[in-house]
């Protein structure tokens, strides 16, 4: 096997050290050493192994991706020395063979020939606002959680607010929740507090307000209500904070809104997951197996073992998958309409994937062309082939026993 790089160096990291294997050329023509040594993961001591990188004149250093412990050793080497960060799936080591030392020497070797896929790490800019969207995405399911324990202390007190409110902590719900933590206890007066359309319902939220809410359930509830309005100001804060880094990238982000089901959180997910620039990615094919939103390929002996989507961006998936639910209900438009056909043949869940896909397809090409979304109508599928839409319409009002005869009109 060819050898690609005569001085290639792998690091296996861990939380407090990193092994660090250099493979250079030995003394006989054709023959290579190794040497293993062990470095701290502090800021200092990374400096210090990339002085030792540069005095063996190492060009090419190989990552392993552990937990988030490679980004300092990733960061200080990137600016000095040529990087490649690898998925731990791609780099595994033979079986019974696994310690830190022989791993970064398996993953010198596979430096050395060139036999690794690098990863994708965005610039700092991008690495910014990743940070932001992630952080934004765990306060808001923190906040969902909040709700939910409220409910839960609700239904301990007889109190089936929810089951009347469709929003617990809508403007309704949250006077009527901080009126009980005042200690106000007359179902009457609290669903008097009832606000809009759910003033309709005050005899329901009379009877569901009817319990044995205690001072036991106000101190909890207050509890809640308070990590719940903290929750909410960090949102606020965080989602102030990314509209300023996202000013780069804000034309890009206008274009992915007129895709339907993709809301301005949506699209600032997208940007920060893909970093904005398909050049990264040769093809949408390319940037859809990234994502995990394609058939996977599995086979052997000419059989199909399996075609099920790969383990992808989790952050990026989530915001598709809230995308694809949305376009999915959206009226007189091309996915929907490409939702409803998919499921009717393979299942909803199996449709979502396609919605997915068919989105971030539609993401490289406006990210890569800079035009805007143009959607091509419910009525697109149907008229890419009239005679057999007409044919498939013919046959399902004969399976319902009906004799059609098709006029053609004037044209």
């Not at 920060?272 to 390929?297: I, K, Q, R, Y």
């Not at 091309?334 to 919605?355: D, E, M, S």
Request: with cysteine.
């Amino acid at each position: 096997m060819d050898v690609i790089h005569e001085r290639a160096a792998g690091i296996d990291i861990s939380k407090r050290d990193a092994k660090v294997c250099v493979r250079v050329p030995g003394k006989r023509s054709g023959t290579f050493e190794q040497k293993v040594t062990t470095w701290g993961s502090t800021a200092s001591a990374i400096l210090e192994l990339r002085e030792h990188l540069l005095a063996n004149r190492v060009s090419t250093v190989v990552l392993e991706a552990t937990g988030d412990y490679w980004k300092p050793f990733y960061y200080l080497l990137e600016e000095v020395l040529p990087v490649t960060l690898v998925n731990a799936r791609d780099v595994r080591n033979l079986p019974g063979r696994k310690t830190d030392v022989s791993d970064a020497a398996w993953l010198a070797q596979l430096a050395a020939h060139g036999l690794v896929r690098s990863s994708f790490v965005p610039p700092e800019p991008v690495r910014e606002l990743r940070d932001l969207t992630r952080m934004r995405a765990t306060i808001v399911r923190e906040r969902a959680r909040e709700i939910q324990r409220i409910e839960k202390v609700l239904e301990d007190a007889g109190i089936k607010l929810s089951s009347v409110a469709s929003d617990l902590t809508g403007v309704s719900g949250r006077a009527m929740l901080d009126a009980l933590v005042a200690g106000e206890r007359d179902p009457q007066v609290l669903a008097g507090m009832a606000k809009a359309r759910l003033r309709s319902k005050t005899p329901e939220l009379v009877e569901a307000l009817t319990g044995w809410f205690r001072d036991h359930h106000a101190f909890l509830i207050r509890l809640h209500l308070t990590a719940l309005d903290q929750h909410t100001a960090m949102i606020d804060e965080l989602t102030a904070r990314i509209e300023v880094v996202m000013e780069p990238f804000r034309v890009l982000r206008d274009a992915l809104t007129t895709i339907p089901g993709v809301s301005t959180r949506v699209a600032d997910v997208i940007i920060a997951e893909t970093g904005a620039d398909m050049s990264v990615f040769p093809t949408a094919g390319h940037l859809a197996s990234w994502a995990g939103v394609c058939p996977g390929s599995n086979e052997s002996a000419g059989r199909v073992k399996s075609t099920r989507t790969r383990p992808g961006n989790r952050h990026l998936k989530a915001a598709l998958g809230i995308a694809a639910m949305s376009a999915s209900r959206k009226k007189d438009s091309h996915l929907a309409a490409k939702y409803r056909r998919i499921a009717a043949r393979r299942g909803p869940i199996k449709a979502v994937v396609a919605i997915e896909h068919t989105i971030l397809i539609a993401v490289w090409n406006m990210a890569k062309t800079g035009e805007t979304y143009l959607d091509l109508g419910p009525n697109h599928h149907a008229t890419l082939n009239p005679e057999r839409t007409a044919n498939r319409a013919l046959k399902q009002l004969r399976d319902l026993g009906y004799d059609v005869t098709l006029t053609p009109t004037a044209a």
